[in-house]
């Protein structure tokens, strides 16, 4: 089956810097890549999310990026804010009999200080 | 818009006892949900794939007569946990699939619970 990998599991900034979090996947078939935002105590929160026939997507701050041929896929924060502290989660998913059913990575705790 | 709403938010029960979780799309009809469990500083860990009307399809490991998955509308989900201990206490999470070709999920805020 699939299998996602996620890093770094903790990554620290300042307020105002970047923060990069990458993720590696396994299965070739695999065409949809969304991202999460989980804040303690309450359920994922789409992002961003990036499918296969499209190598960079942006969204304000936000920014994703895949390369297929590597299998791994980026999310890109800029400006972060300490309203971006929370946990990260990529994901991967494929089509067919598999009714989109999502892997996710082990998760990144983002924590941006003022 | 994509709303998903799970109740309880949170629920307490003696050992033995089932607790029902249930989840609904407010805003869309949603042809699969999905039921996910996870642990303290842990990632998501998908339990069953639910599409409306039919069985749900249980991941491997997961025990499909201790969690039964209920999906009798296209806007409704259910999750019972029989005869709970307290080794099933987690953060139980559903999401919810509009129907083709779109893949995105969207999640319910979750249902802690605990087995006392």
């Known amino acids: 089956g699939e299998n996602v990998e996620q890093h770094p599991s903790t990554l620290s900034v300042q307020e105002g810097d970047s923060a990069v979090i990458k993720c590696t996947y396994s299965?070739?078939?695999?065409?949809?890549f969304p991202w999460y935002k989980q804040e303690l105590g309450k359920g994922p929160q789409l992002i961003i999310d990036?499918?296969?026939?499209?190598g960079e997507k942006k969204d304000q701050r936000i920014a994703v990026t895949l390369n297929k041929t590597a299998k791994h896929f980026s999310l890109h924060i800029t400006e972060t804010q300490p309203e971006d502290s929370a946990v990260y989660f990529c994901?991967?998913?494929?089509?067919?009999?598999?009714?989109?059913?999502?892997?996710f990575g082990q998760g990144t705790i983002l924590t941006v200080h003022p | 818009g994509a709303v998903v709403s799970q109740h309880p938010s949170w629920v307490i029960c003696k050992s033995g006892t089932s607790v029902k979780i249930e989840c609904r799309s407010l805003?869309?009809?949603?042809?699969?949900m999905f039921w996910y469990r996870q642990f303290p500083k842990q990632s998501l860990m998908l339990m069953a794939t639910?599409?409306?009307?039919?069985?749900?399809?249980?991941e491997q490991g997961v025990e499909k007569d201790k969690f039964l998955i209920n999906h009798a509308s296209l806007t409704l989900s259910t999750l019972t946990v029989t005869s709970a201990h307290p080794e099933d206490s987690s953060f139980y999470i559903c999401s919810a699939r509009p129907g083709p070709p779109g893949r995105t999920q969207y999640f319910g805020p979750g249902t802690r619970l605990t087995v006392l």
């Open positions: 639910s599409n409306e009307g039919s069985k749900a399809t249980y």
């Open positions: 805003d869309f009809q949603a042809t699969t």
């Open positions: 299965d070739s078939a695999s065409n949809y």
């Open positions: 990036i499918r296969s026939n499209v």
């Open positions: 994901a991967a998913s494929k089509g067919g009999t598999s009714y989109g059913k999502l892997t």
